[in-house]
T-cell receptor, first 105, second 115 residues
Framework: QQPVQSPQAVILREGEDAVINCSSS?????VHWYRQKHGEAPVFLMI?????EQKGHEKISASFNEKKQQSSLYLTASQLSYSGTYFC??????FGAGTRLTVKP | GAGVSQSPRYKVAKRGQDVALRCDPI?????LFWYQQALGQGPEFLTY????????KSGLPSDRFFAERPEGSVSTLKIQRTQQEDSAVYLC?????????????FGDGTRLSIL
């Protein structure tokens, strides 16, 4: 079963922060985050393997609450290059429908 | 380059024809995944290989879909008797070691259009 992502889309101004959520109705043993720009291949951001684990990638970080079966991706001081669609995936490589992030100047 | 290479980039076929899509993973990568991505959706898992062994084919939508990786490197996804709902981008990804919990490197995909 696919994880559910929210919001579906978000528009930011450069420098603003955003949070993307990923939840599952079944147990989440791990969470994978990828970013895909239009017409390009998805690019790996991070994997969270343990409940409570937090990881960071540049100004992008994520948390994983295994008990609540959810993960959140945090984008701080967003840059134009952060624009794209963000996908979360579970341990069985089932991905959510994505969150489209647009960063405007 | 040293990335995952997929060919062809674009494929147009008439309904009922068979198609074959190729994936060249990064050299030495043990794991290989195939995904189907419809417009505006996330990648949908199709199948997983560890070396030449197809360990998971639970995502293949029907028996018209078949994948192989006979020598543990190049993989081919074959779709028989194509239908319009098969139109999508087919993505291939590889990772260095076995298992699902590893960073995956994706190719640019093959855009398949069924007329």
């Amino acid at each position: 079963q696919q994880p559910v992502q929210s919001p579906q889309a978000v528009i930011l101004r450069e420098g603003e922060d955003a949070v993307i959520n990923c939840s599952s109705s079944k147990a989440l043993y791990s969470v994978h985050w990828y970013r895909q720009k239009h017409g390009e291949a998805p690019v790996f951001l991070m994997i969270l393997l343990k409940g409570g684990e937090q990881k960071g990638h540049e100004k992008i970080s994520a948390s994983f609450n295994e008990k609540k079966q959810q993960s959140s991706l945090y984008l701080t001081a967003s840059q134009l290059s952060y624009s794209g669609t963000y996908f979360c995936g579970n341990a069985n490589m089932r991905f959510g429908a994505g969150t489209r992030l647009t960063v405007k100047p | 380059g040293a990335g995952v290479s997929q060919s062809p980039r674009y494929k147009v076929a008439k309904r009922g024809q068979d198609v074959a899509l190729r994936c060249d993973p990064i050299s030495g990568h043990v794991s290989l995944f195939w995904y189907q991505q419809a417009l505006g959706q996330g990648p949908e898992f199709l199948t997983y290989f560890q070396n030449e062994a197809q360990l998971d084919k639970s995502g293949l939508p029907s028996d018209r879909f078949f994948a192989e990786r006979p020598e543990g490197s190049v993989s081919t996804l074959k779709i028989q008797r194509t239908q319009q709902e098969d139109s999508a981008v087919y993505l291939c990804a590889s990772s260095l070691v076995g298992g699902y919990n590893q960073p995956q490197h994706f190719g640019d995909g093959t855009r398949l259009s069924i007329l």
